[in-house]
Structures are given as C-alpha cells and as structure tokens.
C-alpha cells in the first residue's frame, strides 16, 4: 500500500522547530494524519446509503452537552467503546513514520483504532483525534465500518492509561467530500474536551474514498 508524502515536523526536533498546538492540529493533521490514513483504506466500499453527497451530510448538532465534563489530566488511550455499533477496540498510538509519513494502523485481521499522538489525549482540553479503517481488504469491516450510523447523544467511552474512563456524547456526524474536508471545524482550537472519530465514506475513487466521515464528541463524564 503506498501512503501519500505527507510529512508533520516531529516533535523530537530543536524547541525552535517545533510548531505550536495550534499549528500542529491545523496543518500536521490535516495534511498527513487525515490524508494517510482515508487514501488508505482499503478493500470493499463501506455500508453506506446510495445517496451520499459530495458535500456535507450533518445528523445531529455540532453544540456541546449542556453537562459537559471538568477536563482530565493527560493520559494516553488504551481502549475504545462505542455500544451504539458495537465497537470495543484496543487502541494504538499513532507517531511519524521514519519517513515523515504518519503512521496508521496496519491493515490486518484484528483491526484497531488508533490515537494520533500529536493530539489532546481524551479528556484533555482540545480535540483528541482517533483514526480507523472503514474495510481492512480481504479481511472485511474495519473498526469504523459503521461510524456513520451514529447520532447525537450516542454514548463514546475511551478507557485511559491511568484506569480513569473518559465518556463522551456524540454531538454531531457528517459525511464530507474529503475535497471539502472542514479542517477549522475538526482540527481548530476548542476550549473544552472534545473527540474526533474519523474514517473514510461514499463510494471507492481508484485507491481510497472519495468522502470522509466525522463524527464529533463533547466530554460528559470523567470516570475514576
């Protein structure tokens, strides 16, 4: 599978190379997290509606739970729940490969969501980023195959290194032609805990899909 040459400056690099959080979820996400992983998917199209559209599909609101929780300290992820489509997955970190590229997670059997290491850890102020495969080739659905069946007040629970829980409330899901992808809305300054959850949509275009899905979660709950 050949990754597209998206490259994110590391954060391994001298302090004076090193962008911003700001810069890095607006340019570092956009241009090697989103696009390696969505060209990549690879293997049947998703199970989606014949009526997806080049632009946006919204379900839901983009506005936060009226009970949005206090923000957690950092810790990484180590496990997804998503009980409205029976997700319950490990979850792998995702950094740079050797060749600037970000990684994504590997095509197999036992698919995974992965955590983009670059982003908030769930809990933490700002938008926390997990990435999945919508079909993983012969091997059939990937972790994400259903996300788009999602609607807001749908229950997301990453379980946390620290054995803390971080529950969140879908707040809204969209189906957007990746040509449009709505990097400020996704990537840009948040002032409260929120998640991102994204795969690939619509119907397959040569090596990838032409749209992505998105769906966007608000903290509710920061459970010991």
């Not at 190379?17 to 090697?32: I, K, N, W, Y």
């Not at 970190?93 to 600037?100: E, I, M, Q, V």
């Not at 990746?178 to 690939?200: K, M, N, S, W």
Request: proline letters at 8%; a positive charge.
């Amino acid at each position: 599978m050949t990754l597209p040459p998206s490259r994110v400056p590391s954060r391994r690099v001298p302090s004076e190379r090193v962008p911003s959080r700001r810069a890095l979820s607006r340019r570092a996400f956009v241009t090697a997290a989103v696009a390696s992983l969505l060209v990549s998917c690879d293997g049947q199209q998703a199970d989606r509606t014949t009526d997806d559209r080049a632009g946006a599909e919204k379900t839901g609101s983009a506005q936060p739970p009226a009970n949005a929780a206090k923000a957690l300290g950092r810790s990484v992820p180590v496990r997804l729940q998503v009980p409205a489509i029976q997700v319950d997955t490990p979850v792998m970190r995702l950094g740079l490969a050797s060749d600037g590229t970000v990684e994504v997670p590997p095509i197999a059997a036992d698919d995974k969501a992965g955590w983009y290491e670059h982003s908030p850890t769930p809990g933490q102020v700002g938008p926390s980023v997990l990435l999945g495969h919508v079909t993983v080739g012969s091997y059939g659905d990937g972790v994400f195959h259903h996300l788009s069946r999602l609607r807001r007040g749908d229950r997301i629970v990453a379980r946390l290194e620290n054995g803390r829980a971080a529950e969140f409330a879908v707040t809204d899901v969209r189906t957007v032609a990746q040509a449009q992808f709505p990097t400020d809305d996704v990537y840009g300054d948040v002032g409260r805990p929120e998640l991102r959850l994204i795969t690939c949509g619509g119907p397959r275009t040569g090596e990838g899909y032409r749209d992505s899905v998105i769906v966007f979660a608000s903290l509710s709950s920061g459970n010991p």
